[in-house]
């Protein structure tokens, strides 16, 4: 489960920012992680909301509540839930 929180604290962004991604991942991981079981299914969930969040981010998103719902849509939308 590492992987995806290796992701969001390499990003490049300032310490605020980054500590704001992780705050918008955690909260959106809380949402989602009930539809996952198998160790693998959530280890690729968890990178791919890591990177959905990053690249809300790199479009300038930084509202934490529309990065959580944008990432859970997204998540929901390629089937990953």
Known sequence: MARA???LREAVYDPATV???ENAFDEAWV???PNYAAVMAVETAR???ANI???LAAEGERD???LKERAIGTLSAVGAM
């Open 5 to 7: 929180r290796q992701l």
């Open 19 to 21: 500590a704001l991604l």
């Open 31 to 33: 949402v989602v992680a």
């Open 47 to 49: 990178v791919q909301l």
């Open 53 to 55: 969040i990053l690249s």
């Open 64 to 66: 934490l509540e529309r």
